[in-house]
């Protein structure tokens, strides 16, 4: 009996121990750099009625404003990236994201995955950066090894293209050539 119960125990708990999510695991972890926008920020910007007079600064906010989440991991440990780029590959197939482009140059490669709600927007946007070249590519004073960026909202790619590449993330300009194909 007493093992019955330890197996229901155990068989209860695996689905929080597995599914304990890439970004939650590593959030106040040394070994990465962790950026995250919550929901209730993207809502607080969507109430705000803030004017610029610049038109791309416009078009920015009012991408902000669909955007529900917003979560950015990197990592200069090979062992994190090794982490990541495995969780990332289980997410793509257990929430049935689609390849949407893949970059490999001397920088990185670049992978790009969504889930689309129809041509011009996506849904999530998963891009996950492997294999950078440290001498080409540095986010301040560091030089990653891995770069994970998860969106979740009504996306427009340039838009967010445009979001990255002002973050400084590798992987932005490749994103912003999509919507010119």
Do not use: C
Not at 2 to 28: A, H, N, S
Not at 41 to 64: G, H, R, Y
Not at 86 to 109: F, N, P
Not at 126 to 155: A, C, F, W
Request: hydrophobic fraction near 40%; avoid cysteine; charge should be neutral.
């Amino acid at each position: 009996m007493k093992k019955k119960i330890i197996l229901l125990f155990l068989t209860m708990m695996t689905p929080f121990v597995w599914g304990q999510d890439v970004f939650e695991k590593y959030e106040y972890n040394d070994n990465v750099t962790y950026f995250s926008i919550s929901p209730k920020m993207f809502q607080m910007l969507a109430k705000l009625s803030i004017e610029t007079n610049d038109p791309q600064a416009d078009q920015l906010l009012s991408m902000v404003k669909k955007i529900k989440t917003f979560k950015v991991i990197t990592t200069e440990n090979e062992g994190v990236g090794e982490d990541i780029n495995s969780w990332a590959t289980k997410y793509i197939k257990a929430h049935k994201l689609q390849e949407l482009m893949r970059v490999r140059d001397k920088e990185a490669y670049v992978d790009f995955y969504v889930k689309s709600t129809n041509d011009d927007l996506v849904k999530e946007l998963l891009m996950l950066v492997t294999d950078i070249n440290k001498e080409q590519v540095h986010l301040g004073n560091r030089s990653p090894e891995t770069v994970l960026l998860y969106l979740n909202g009504d996306i427009d790619l340039e838009q967010i293209s445009k979001l990255v590449n002002q973050m400084n993330l590798p992987g932005g300009s490749q994103l912003g050539k999509i919507n010119k194909h």
